[in-house]
């Protein structure tokens, strides 16, 4: 009982001291790595990744991708400025790249570095699905959700580890260890990264229409999602991201919200 209840004053004071707040929702959110570790090994990822694969250089859907990236970049150094975060992204070192492969993908890395695959190209069609895309991304890294997650997966093994210790007496050690990994993946890895997902949609959403692109593409592309998907997405329990239907529902809803913060900055005309 003495164990079970330092391991909870610990994960408690881990999780009250290690926080950052959103700049964008203001919420606190766990913190216990900090980007002074994170970025530098999301810039050595990153590069040995584009070592590794065949990045497209020098062409029009390149251009295209590095054209729309400073556009989203330059829409969240402007929103963070006005909003008081004036030097959050410091430490951040952008960088736009086209990849090879036929995976219907795109990520960003904490730090800014961006990939996007050329086999999502067909679905986003143009410059602005593009933007719908990129401003999603972006939006993981400029709210911490790599960050985030890390610091909730410590928790979670330091949770089970020290289960695992206080019941190392009982039968009833090895099953109780076994559901804890199921129960905690179910029951909040999962949803946390689904919460992140649409945190993300509605922070993208934000973004491109600063940027100057029409926010309510942003649906018509996850329409195209859905039609590519050929009913075989998963249960959404069962899924680190919303389904296609929710999203579409979700970013139909804020796509005025979207706009009307745009026009705070003067953007007054929209790109489809």
């Not at 929702?25 to 694969?53: C, H």
Request: hydrophobic share 40%.
């Amino acid at each position: 009982m003495k164990f079970k209840k330092s391991l909870s004053i610990l994960l408690l004071g881990a999780m009250v001291v290690a926080c950052s707040t959103n700049p964008f929702t203001g919420k606190q959110t766990l913190a216990l790595v900090p980007n002074s570790q994170i970025l530098p090994m999301a810039f050595q990822q990153y590069n040995q990744f584009l070592s590794e694969n065949k990045v497209v250089k020098g062409t029009a859907d390149a251009n295209m991708v590095k054209n729309v990236g400073q556009k989203i970049a330059a829409a969240a150094e402007r929103y963070l400025t006005a909003n008081g975060y004036a030097g959050y992204l410091t430490d951040y070192r952008w960088e736009y790249n086209l990849v090879d492969s036929k995976d219907v993908n795109a990520w960003c890395m904490p730090g800014g570095k961006i990939v996007v695959y050329t086999g999502i190209l067909p679905i986003t069609k143009d410059e602005a699905g593009l933007a719908a895309v990129m401003g999603h991304e972006v939006a993981h890294a400029l709210a911490n959700h790599g960050q985030q997650r890390m610091s909730a997966g410590q928790l979670q093994q330091l949770g089970a580890v020290g289960v695992g210790i206080a019941t190392a007496n009982s039968e009833n050690a090895q099953i109780f260890n076994t559901a804890y990994g199921l129960g905690s993946n179910l029951g909040v890895m999962l949803p946390f990264s689904r919460s992140h997902e649409t945190e993300a949609d509605h922070i993208g959403l934000i973004l491109m229409a600063i940027a100057g692109y029409e926010p309510a593409v942003s649906a018509e592309l996850w329409e195209r999602m859905q039609a590519q998907e050929n009913g075989n997405a998963p249960p959404e329990i069962l899924s680190t991201h919303p389904s296609s239907a929710t999203r579409i529902q979700n970013i139909r809803a804020w796509a005025p919200e979207a706009k009307a913060e745009a026009r705070k900055f003067g953007v007054t005309t929209f790109k489809r």
